[in-house]
């Protein structure tokens, strides 16, 4: 599976959109890009997913870049519950495998 | 509908001893996976069961091991615990292998081995 690369920490705005990013450059065509987060002292939460389309759903909109080697989570009303730590994760849709290989992700404050 | 459900919340242990977690998946959910998160880390991959047979392990030793039942609840065991395996376990189930639409994940078993 192909590795990501996110910033460590990143702040926000309460009420701001929170625009998170992540780098793929290796991404290959069947892995699809998968964003999770982790509350503090809670299971990771499932997000949004994408493989080349932007996609929206109610929590969040995913961008991907034409050329897939980069994606921008963006939740577009940041909340005080939005602190946590969020995860890109690439996972190849084919493979006998679907584990989930998890970074450090990007810790997001949001602030009052 | 219940979520993902693990037991024990909490855990302690002394070195050497042996611990069995249990995680109920959503229903009909067939597929459980097991991760590991030590504190400061992302969740490492144990171990992912589908239709009761084993369908994926992570790099983890032999002291690890899985099952999954008939009505797809999983137990993971954890013989000679070391201070190292003090960590989050968190169940994850998904409706197939794949899990395209996401895993849903537990809140965890923390455990502590003394």
């Known amino acids: 599976d192909a590795k990501t690369t996110q910033p460590t920490s990143m702040d926000c705005a309460e009420g701001r959109a929170a625009n998170l990013p992540c780098n793929h450059s290796t991404i290959s065509g069947n892995e699809y890009v998968y964003w999770y987060r982790q509350i503090h002292s809670q299971g990771p939460q499932y997000i949004i997913h994408?493989?080349?389309n932007n996609e929206t759903n109610e929590m969040a909109s995913l961008i991907i870049t034409e050329d897939r080697k980069s994606s921008t989570l963006i939740l577009p009303h940041a909340t005080l519950r939005d602190t946590a730590v969020y995860y890109c994760?690439?996972?190849?849709?084919?493979?006998?495998?679907?584990?989930?290989?998890f970074g450090k992700g990007t810790l997001l404050t949001v602030n009052p | 509908d219940a979520g993902v459900t693990q037991s024990p919340t909490h855990l302690i242990k002394t070195r050497g001893q042996q611990v069995t977690l249990r995680c109920s998946p959503i229903s009909g959910h067939k597929s459980v996976s097991w991760y590991q998160q030590v504190l400061g880390q992302g969740p490492q991959f144990i171990f992912q069961y589908y239709e009761k047979e084993e369908r994926g392990r992570g790099n983890f030793p032999d002291r690890f091991s899985a099952r999954q039942f008939p009505n797809y609840s999983s137990e993971l065991n954890v013989n000679a615990l070391l201070l190292g395996d003090s960590a989050l376990y968190l169940c994850?189930?998904?409706?197939?292998?794949?899990?395209?639409?996401?895993?849903?994940f537990g809140s965890g078993t923390r455990l502590t081995v003394v």
């Open positions: 994408g493989l080349k």
């Open positions: 994760i690439v996972l190849n849709s084919g493979g006998s495998n679907y584990k989930l290989t």
């Open positions: 994850a189930s998904s409706l197939n292998r794949e899990a395209l639409y996401g895993y849903t």
